[in-house]
Structures are given as structure tokens and as C-alpha cells.
């Protein structure tokens, strides 16, 4: 499974905005860019497993480390 590295409010705002692009996707069915809106996927993804793929790569982490 993949490591969690997002923080709470990292998670909330990913998943927040991922939802919003999706609700518009299915709101807005005669606008041209409706299909750029499915990239809310991406966020809404990651927001929901609180890992990101990138963070992993670059090394970032926005969760709180536990003291040992």
C-alpha cells in the first residue's frame, strides 16, 4: 500500500476541490472545457487515500511526524 505523507487539511482541501470539479462535470454537460473538469479525479484521489504519488518522488510530506 502506499505511504501516507498528506496532513489533514492537505487531504480535506484535495478532496474539497477534486469533488467540486466533478459535481461541475456532471452540472455543466454543454460546456467546452466539461472535460478538463474530469482531471478533478487526480486530487480527489489522492485526497481520499491521503498519499500522493509526487510527494513520494520529490521527497515532501505535509503529515505530522510522530515523536519517538
Not at 478538463?36 to 510527494?55: D, E, R
Amino acid at each position: 500500500m502506499l505511504k501516507k505523507n498528506m496532513g489533514s487539511i492537505d487531504r480535506i482541501l484535495r478532496f474539497a476541490v477534486g469533488a467540486a470539479a466533478l459535481i461541475a462535470f456532471f452540472m455543466l454537460p454543454e460546456a467546452s472545457y466539461r472535460y478538463w473538469l474530469l482531471l478533478g479525479i487526480v486530487p480527489f484521489g489522492t485526497g481520499l487515500l491521503g498519499s500522493c504519488p509526487l510527494y513520494t518522488i520529490f521527497g515532501i510530506g505535509t503529515c505530522k511526524m510522530k515523536s519517538e
